[in-house]
């Protein structure tokens, strides 16, 4: 009698990573960067630019501390001021973004109080403009992760019933969107109150190693969470509402005054690199 032996299936193989150095100044990342008028958020695995559009709407970014979620933040923003949109920065700490203090255009938040206050007239302004259909000037609001979080949470401006800061980022999320707003909150775990309402309002999520309870708080329970990819800076799960899903590897900007030379950049300069790139292929 013959004995067959059983072969092991043989392990899936690892996922296919992107390119690991997308800079927006140089190489690849200029280059993807140049395809549109939109921020770039990265490239994957196959070489495509992956763009942060509008109908991307907001992005939720989940990192452990030292990922690359202040990078992606600082890229983005960068990119959004040489595009000619208006760029909040949430930074209670005040240091993370010091590459924008004092540009044109540019709003910077870090005592929480005002950011509060500040909120509540983003929401204001949102759910006025969603009201009447009027699309305002492009605004791309950041939320910084360090510390920013547990504020709005916790934070209260004044004594009257407008709740805590997290209500009014929340009617922004609502209702920002219709009025032009586009929000990227970046933060080690998502705030509990918001776990609930993840699938909802936001539509980009970007997560790097995510746990199961992260998973779950983004509201990705009915999609199969990936195998471990291991921690690189900057190497996100890209993940859309269509069900789109990919790894990305996102751009970076190596110093605060790189970022700031490129956020002055005007849109028309902008648009004369796009076409000395295409006058070229």
């Keep these: 009698m013959k004995l067959f032996s059983r ?25 993807a960067a140049r395809l549109s008028e939109h921020p ?17 709407g907001h992005v939720l970014a989940v990192a452990p501390p030292g990922m690359g979620a202040t990078e992606l933040l600082r890229s983005l923003g960068a990119q959004a001021l040489a595009a000619g949109q208006q760029v909040d920065i949430l930074d209670v700490h005040h ?22 206050r500040h909120l509540i007239g983003l929401a204001h302004q ?11 000037p492009r605004r791309l ?3 910084e992760n360090d510390g920013t979080t547990q504020v709005l949470l916790d934070h209260q401006a004044d004594p009257r019933p407008n709740g805590v800061a997290l209500d009014a980022l929340t009617a922004v999320l609502a209702h920002g969107r219709l009025a032009g707003i ?51 800076p900057g190497l996100w799960h890209h993940l859309t509402r269509d069900g789109t899903h990919r790894l990305v590897q996102a751009a970076r900007i190596s110093d605060d005054a ?24």
């Design 258 to 281: 790189t970022a700031a030379d490129f956020a002055r950049r005007t849109p028309d300069q902008r648009a004369a690199a796009r076409s000395t790139k295409e006058s070229h292929r």
């Design 182 to 232: 586009q929000v990227v909150l970046a933060c080690r775990e998502l705030p509990g109150p918001l776990s609930g309402l993840a699938r909802d309002l936001f539509s980009t999520r970007l997560l790097i190693e995510p746990s199961e309870r992260t998973w779950l708080r983004a509201g990705l329970s009915d999609r199969i969470r990936p195998r471990s990819t291991g921690f690189h």
């Design 95 to 116: 240091h993370a973004h010091a590459w924008a203090r004092g540009l044109e255009h540019v709003t910077y938040v870090d005592e929480p109080d005002q950011l509060h």
């Design 141 to 143: 609001l950041l939320v």
């Design 126 to 136: 949102a759910r006025g403009r969603a009201e009447k259909g009027q699309l305002g």
């Design 40 to 56: 770039l958020i990265g490239v994957d695995a196959e070489g495509a630019a992956v763009h942060l559009t509008p109908r991307d």
């Design 7 to 31: 072969r092991r299936p043989a392990p899936p193989s690892p996922p296919r990573l992107p390119a690991r150095e997308v800079d927006l100044t140089h190489g690849v990342g200029q280059a």
